[in-house]
């Protein structure tokens, strides 16, 4: 299996600009969870879902992030207008929950708003 | 909530010595925990799962120990080497996936 696969791998763009962060989990697995690490914070969990329904999003900052997950293998999050205070690390993760739930990582997107 | 502290936050130590990080947190109703290697610019890599029902798990040179009760975790290296220099974190699972902030290592040789 390729491993959990994130695109793009690096992001730059102007503030108040759309950004659409995307992800496709190892197959097979029914959890998937959006992630946002910086040297302030540390990770946070931003969203995850379970068989491609959101669980919890109360990680999710504002109004202007957005996720979804159409199926079981694609996962989109979008932040909507961006700010430079956005820019950070966006990590996808998966697991199959009932398995031992082993999370898997993604290598990540590293987001810069300008 | 769960919280998960990792100390100490870097820890910086010649080649060869066998070193311990430690793990804690608040809530003892867990599934899991698992251990994870970051290196700079990348991404998280698993390193031990440990089940909820075990006390340790062993990968090589790396040693992780569960102790619930009372709410530790350690991960033992042992004969560190300079590729071993990375940030540990490790993750409480319980209804989701909670996090230290890390134990930022360095081995010089």
């Known amino acids: 299996d390729a491993g959990v696969i994130q695109s793009p791998r690096h992001e730059v763009t102007e503030m108040g600009q759309e950004v659409t962060l995307r992800c496709k989990p190892i197959?097979?697995?029914?959890?998937l969870f959006w992630y946002r690490q910086t040297m302030m914070r540390g990770l946070e969990l931003l969203i995850y879902?379970?068989?491609?329904?959101?669980?919890?999003d109360s990680g999710m900052p504002e109004d202007r992030f957005s996720a979804k997950m159409p199926n079981a293998s694609f996962s989109t999050l979008k932040i909507q207008p961006s700010e430079p205070r956005d820019s950070a690390v966006y990590f996808c993760?998966?697991?199959?929950?009932?398995?031992?739930?082993?999370?898997?990582f993604g290598s990540g997107t590293q987001l810069s708003v300008l | 909530k769960q919280e998960v502290t990792q100390i100490p936050a870097a820890l910086s130590v010649p080649e060869g010595e066998n070193l311990v990080l430690n793990c804690s947190f608040t809530?003892?109703?867990?599934?899991?925990l698992q251990w994870f290697r970051q290196d700079p610019g990348k991404g998280l890599t698993s390193l031990l799962l440990i089940q909820s029902s075990q006390r340790e798990q062993t990968s090589g040179r790396l040693n992780a120990s569960l102790d619930k009760s009372s709410g530790r975790s350690t991960l033992y290296i042992a004969a560190s080497q300079p590729g071993d220099s990375a940030t540990y974190l490790c993750?409480?699972?319980?209804?989701?996936?909670?996090f230290g902030t890390g134990t930022s290592l360095t081995v010089i040789p």
């Open positions: 993760a998966s697991s199959w929950t009932g398995g031992g739930e082993k999370l898997f």
């Open positions: 809530d003892s109703a867990i599934y899991n």
């Open positions: 993750a409480v699972i319980g209804n989701q996936f909670y």
């Open positions: 197959s097979g697995h029914n959890s």
């Open positions: 879902f379970n068989n491609n329904v959101p669980i919890d």
